[in-house]
């Protein structure tokens, strides 16, 4: 007693000497300006903030509590709670009692997931919400939200209990083998680190005995004042944010003794010596090679020196980046991907890493591969044109991001984590400035020298494959050394720099040309047939998408040849142009902040891309080439088919795939323009009948396109037509001409079908789905969209937060890519393979009890106003603009009312209707039931 007697006011003067103080934010100790639009600051608790207005999405506050703790800071016994933590801030705090946070906040116009979700990393935890600014309660509820996430979660034993299911159950949803061959990777390129021993999903048997008392210690210690980081980005006035901030953070009690250590994490480093690994995943049906190199991060706060030499290191993976799509191009058959990529985890490890995904015949091949690029990099550095071609790439890149329009959510991510690398958050403007004179300077042995600062020591090599070798070191490292001891040569230029295709002097004709004004829509038709039509906007400056929909696609494959549409992508992105191969054009697209990717889709194939404002003239151009001059490359047929065997083999090991395989099966009868045909029948397609298919339809078909975003109409118009609008003629597109092929039927026939993953992870997939009908009419698609809400929201309290059972429910409706009227209504999770029969059936019943006594008003508000607090902000999208309306405004003009329509069909839903569709379709016995499980051991 009288030991403890002593103790205790030394023990108290302690904790009375000791004042918070909120931590630096980098600039303070760094000779780097910040962005002059974001205001920092920080509280007299302790609490640093940034807030800042922004006008894109309109009407909408981004918010982030980032808490400077993650899976890093848990002791041994620790592991998996950092994690935990963050589930138990959604089950229950000081304003919102278990099980209320995301019904409430739901009912109230937040949608969980997309507005409202968290994230536990190594090294921080952050939690983010994206609110309606122009309703003042909903911003102050979600600040509520925040404060509470930050000292007011309670850890009710009860929810602790439940939660832990939750909690292996996304242990389960995450257990792929890709996920497993990554852990197997970060073993091996950081063993004398903390880092593979602290992964955020933690430890099972630490997270099975987690105790509420557990889980308090590690949130009392860690989520304090002077350890979290508000962050407020939107259409609101910064004093309003930041008035907001000092309301709900002002009295965050401030830390009466000083924040612990932080962890050791040890040394990361490169080896000696080239190490090795094979990694065996019979699952894979690809081999994926790996040289890696690892460099410390950064431990204090980013100064102008270290920020020079990072962007010098840049452009080197940049040019990298250029020599591996070369060599990939040099060995498309054998090669999928070939990459440089360099990734910032900081204040952990930086990571550097040549990438090559093969066929498993050519693995070896790609191991020499990537031997011999590092030794070229190494010996010989980089030419002055391989340099000129990267700093012209980089200053198009400025040009855009410094006129682009920023979105909150982009910013406020950036700032939280910029705070975490102890970076200075800068203006891109600011970031052009500081790297014009660097451009100027870069030269041969400024790269070499930062190559050779990324890729200290020797590197290390990881293989992952479905195969063993009996001496995996020596086999890998003889590989290696072949590679290495190649002869060298000169690097060869290989970016285009022009399109070798030109507009025609004299511009297509015009015959038709009318003006929406509710829409703003321009709707063009050409004298050949090639409709346009075009929607500016000024939701993002400088940039502009397209989106072209060509012939009938999938409907019009022949049925005697089942696989061509599985191939046609995979071709035609592969083989480009007549005039340019498909690695050609993506690298001369990329420098031009431009792409453009091929699909064969379920009525039409289409061309989807996006540019600068300066690019939509060559994405016109390249448009008009592909429909012009197909290219015919026997090779690239080769690539493609290859390509398309890999996705045969995850169709084979992976749950999910195996079910949408078998599902497709199911529904389409196995009509193969649906379901995916024999691995056989697609190997023995032939490149004579790919292009007999392909070539009349794109050169023949008919041609719709749509353009949105910022550009000048007229100046685009007259583009246009002296591309697009000089092809050959061609019919119009119209549901008519879409008749002639018949479509793909749906079965309605109800019943339970089983299929088996060949694999050894035990995790199911379980999908329920109910046939609809009513879709082709959008008042009906969006009451139905509602009840696929509500029935989601069913699954998810019921089966997630009160059993436990799964982590990832999702519900949609669904008729393919194209206006039938008939479709489903799809709910998907993963789940234990004991567990997923028995929860397919479940499903099934919630569906059925809700047809019976239809959903309660505070069921039918929680799916209902999420939608309409999105509406603005979704209208000012170019993507709902391209794929709902200027895509098919002309074939299909009833989408030309969707975007009048939308807001008045939410906010005057009726209850009854939507109740009405679910006692129609959602019979129990009306279900159709889907279950993938791992195959049974083999005997």
Not at 401 to 424: F, G, N
Not at 569 to 581: D, K, L, R, T
Not at 734 to 758: C, E, H, I, M
């Amino acid at each position: 007693m009288r030991f403890r007697f002593l103790l205790a006011p030394v023990f108290t003067l302690l904790v009375c000497a000791y004042t918070a103080a909120a931590p630096a934010w980098p600039q303070a100790e760094s000779d780097l300006a910040p962005d002059p639009a974001t205001r920092f600051g920080a509280l007299a608790n302790g609490v640093r903030f940034a807030v800042r207005s922004n006008a894109e999405p309109r009407g909408r506050v981004a918010l982030r509590l980032l808490v400077l703790a993650g899976s890093m800071h848990e002791r041994d016994d620790q592991r998996g709670l950092a994690h935990f933590v963050e589930h138990m801030a959604f089950a229950g705090s000081r304003h919102f009692p278990p099980g209320t946070l995301v019904d409430l906040l739901q009912r109230h116009g937040f949608a969980f997931g997309a507005d409202l979700s968290a994230f536990t990393f190594q090294a921080h935890t952050v939690y983010m919400l994206d609110a309606p600014s122009k309703e003042p309660g909903r911003l102050t509820e979600a600040m509520s939200v925040l404060r509470d996430f930050a000292d007011g979660v309670t850890f009710a034993p009860s929810e602790v209990d439940r939660e832990r299911g939750v909690v292996q159950s996304e242990r389960r949803a995450r257990d792929v083998w890709q996920s497993r061959a990554y852990d197997a990777r970060t073993e091996f390129l950081h063993p004398d680190t903390l880092i593979p021993r602290r992964n955020p999903i933690g430890d099972e048997g630490v997270v099975q005995q987690a105790t509420a008392e557990q889980l308090r210690e590690f949130y009392q210690t860690w989520y304090r004042a002077d350890n979290i980081v508000v962050v407020l980005v939107g259409d609101a006035p910064a004093d309003d944010l930041e008035h907001l901030v000092h309301k709900h953070f002002d009295d965050l009690a401030a830390p009466t003794a000083p924040l612990p250590p932080g962890p050791d994490f040890g040394r990361a480093a490169n080896p000696e010596k080239l190490a090795t690994k094979l990694y065996v995943a019979t699952e894979s049906g690809a081999a994926s090679v790996e040289l890696s190199s690892v460099t410390p991060g950064r431990q204090l706060p980013e100064t102008r020196a270290e920020r020079d030499e990072q962007f010098r290191r840049e452009l080197v993976m940049t040019m990298l980046n250029e020599r591996m799509n070369q060599l990939r191009r040099d060995h498309s058959q054998d090669f999928g991907s070939a990459s440089a990529v360099s990734s910032h985890n900081d204040p952990l490890y930086t990571e550097t890493a040549l990438r090559i995904d093969s066929s498993l015949g050519a693995a070896r091949a790609a191991i020499g591969a990537l031997g011999h690029q590092w030794r070229q990099a190494y010996d010989r550095g980089f030419t002055t044109d391989e340099i000129d071609d990267t700093v012209a790439y980089v200053r198009r890149h400025f040009q855009y991001a410094i006129t682009a329009t920023p979105v909150s959510r982009e910013i406020a991510d950036e700032i939280a984590l910029s705070v975490v690398q102890h970076r200075v958050y800068s203006s891109w403007a600011q970031r052009w400035e500081q790297a014009q004179p660097l451009l100027s300077s870069f030269d041969p042995p400024a790269a070499h020298a930062a190559f050779l600062a990324l890729w200290p020591r020797a590197p290390r090599l990881f293989v992952v494959g479905s195969f063993s070798l009996p001496d995996a070191d020596a086999a890998l490292s003889d590989a290696f050394a072949e590679g290495v001891h190649e002869p060298l040569e000169t690097p060869r230029s290989g970016v285009l720099r022009h399109l070798l295709y030109r507009p025609a002097a004299q511009p297509g004709a015009i015959t038709s040309r009318r003006h929406n004004a509710d829409l703003n829509l321009e709707l063009v038709e050409f004298a050949n047939g090639v409709r346009l039509n075009l929607k500016r906007t000024s939701f993002r400056e400088n940039l502009v998408y397209l989106r072209a929909r060509v012939g009938w696609g999938m409907l019009s494959q022949p049925k005697h040849y089942p696989g061509l549409g599985l191939i046609a992508a995979a071709y035609v992105n592969e083989a480009g142009v007549g005039q340019h191969n498909g690695e050609e054009l993506r690298r001369y697209l990329a420098a031009h902040n431009s792409n453009l990717v091929f699909a064969a889709e379920e009525d039409a194939f289409t061309f989807t891309g996006g540019s600068d404002t300066v690019g939509i003239n060559d994405e016109l151009t390249l448009l008009a080439a592909y429909l012009r001059d197909v290219a015919w490359r026997p090779s690239d047929f080769v690539s493609a088919q290859r390509q398309v065997a890999s996705y045969y083999s995850n169709s084979l090991h992976d749950p999910a795939q195996s079910l949408s395989a078998s599902a497709l099966r199911v529904i389409s009868a196995d009509d193969s323009r649906l379901a995916l045909p024999p691995y056989s029948d697609t190997m023995n397609r032939t490149f004579e009948q790919l292009l007999g298919w392909l070539e009349p339809a794109l050169s023949n078909g008919p041609v719709e396109i749509g353009l949105t975003g910022d550009f000048d109409v007229e100046q685009t118009i007259k583009q246009a037509a002296r591309t697009l609008g000089t092809l050959p003629a061609r019919p119009v597109r119209n549901p008519l001409a879409r008749g002639t092929y018949q479509p793909v039927t749906f079965s309605t026939k109800p019943g339970r079908w089983q299929t088996y993953s060949d694999t050894a992870i035990p995790r199911a997939i379980v999908r329920a789905q109910w046939p609809v009908r009513g879709c082709s009419d959008i008042h009906t698609r969006r009451q139905l969209e509602i009840l696929g809400s509500v029935v989601g929201d069913l699954v998810r309290r019921e089966i997630r937060e009160k059993r436990g059972a799964t982590y990832d429910p999702s519900a949609e409706v669904w008729n393919g890519s194209t206006d039938r009227d008939d479709g489903y209504l799809i709910l998907t999770l993963s789940a234990d393979p004991a567990l997923a029969s028995a929860i397919s059936k479940d499903i099934a019943r919630l569906g059925g009890e809700l047809a019976a006594r239809g959903a309660t008003d505070e069921e039918f508000q929680a799916a209902l106003q999420p939608r309409i607090a999105e509406n603005e902000s979704r209208l000012r999208t170019n993507d709902y603009w391209l794929y709902y309306v200027a895509a098919v405004a002309q074939e299909m003009p009833s989408h030309l009312d969707w975007p009048l329509t939308r807001e008045a069909d939410y906010r005057e839903m009726p209850r009854a209707d939507v109740n009405a569709l679910a006692q129609r379709f959602l019979s129990a016995k009306d279900a159709q039931l889907f279950v993938a499980i791992p195959a049974p051991p083999k005997k």
